[in-house]
């Protein structure tokens, strides 16, 4: 049997992409996000870099027994609800905004299907 064989430049790229999936993993487990708060006519409004997922805004698809005066929710992770990049990176609620980052809701499944298809695509291409 032959033996398959990346280029340079192809290694580059999926050693490039692991990267770049890892980091978005890592920061969504780990909860590492710088958070950038601002207020503009009394609108608290948060800007997250990588991820929201220390602090998960309120939104209508978690089920929580929050009073609708609280915004925030002490979460859980929530896997199975959104799908890495089909989801919403800006929420608006009533006294408060927020950009919920790079990799919101980047979990394991995200991780293995993109894995999968940094790997899947170039060995494909080879074996075609």
Do not use: C
Not at 33 to 50: C, G, H, R
Not at 76 to 85: I, L, Q, R, T, V
């Amino acid at each position: 049997m032959r033996k398959i064989r990346f280029t340079k430049t192809e290694k580059r790229v999926i050693i490039i992409l692991m990267s770049i999936n890892l980091f978005a993993l890592t920061v969504n487990y780990f909860g590492l996000s710088p958070k950038i708060k601002d207020y503009e006519n009394n609108v608290l409004i948060e800007y997250f870099i990588f991820t929201d997922a220390k602090e998960k805004p309120y939104h209508t698809q978690f089920k929580t027994n929050i009073t609708p005066h609280s915004s925030r929710v002490n979460y859980k992770y929530h896997h199975g609800k959104e799908f890495y990049p089909f989801l919403d990176f800006y929420v608006d609620l009533r006294d408060e905004e927020k950009f919920r980052g790079l990799f919101p809701s980047f979990d394991h499944t995200e991780f293995l299907v993109y894995s999968s298809l940094i790997f899947g695509i170039p060995l494909i291409r080879k074996i075609w």
